[in-house]
């Protein structure tokens, strides 16, 4: 059973630090990419982060460019999203979703297989 499982929500202070965690299973994890959605209430879906599955290649929405940072550790099947000097608009329901070795255009949610249930980040401020 293919599984993504987000982790690391919760509520921080304006500013504060958040790490959020996808544990993969159910499928090879070195043949497929990884990007972070985020949700606001009310809002499209939209892409924060991405990571390639080869290279490592990294790419950022520019509302988080110089605060999150993504990685992954293969030996753990998990992708990470290290979110420092966190706003309010941050604030959203976080998404994990993996596409086979390398999408097209890593920002169009369509193109990915998997995804995550999501967790909640929120901001208090």
């Known amino acids: 059973e293919v599984q993504l499982v987000e982790s690391g929500g919760g509520l921080v202070q304006t500013g504060g630090s958040l790490r959020l965690s996808c544990a993969a299973s159910g499928f090879t994890f070195g043949d497929y990419s990884f990007t972070w959605f985020r949700q606001a209430p009310g809002k499209a879906r939209k892409a924060v982060s991405y990571?390639?599955?080869?290279?490592?290649?990294?790419y950022y929405a520019d509302s988080v460019k110089g605060r999150f940072t993504i990685s992954k550790d293969a030996a753990k099947n998990t992708v990470f999203l290290q979110m420092n000097s966190l706003k309010p608009e941050d604030m959203a329901v976080y998404y994990c979703?993996?596409?086979?070795?390398?999408?097209?255009?890593?920002?169009?949610?369509?193109?990915?297989?998997?995804w995550g249930q999501g967790t909640q980040v929120t901001v208090s401020s």
């Open positions: 979703a993996a596409d086979w070795r390398r999408p097209l255009m890593w920002s169009y949610d369509g193109e990915y297989d998997y």
């Open positions: 990571i390639d599955y080869s290279d490592g290649e990294t």
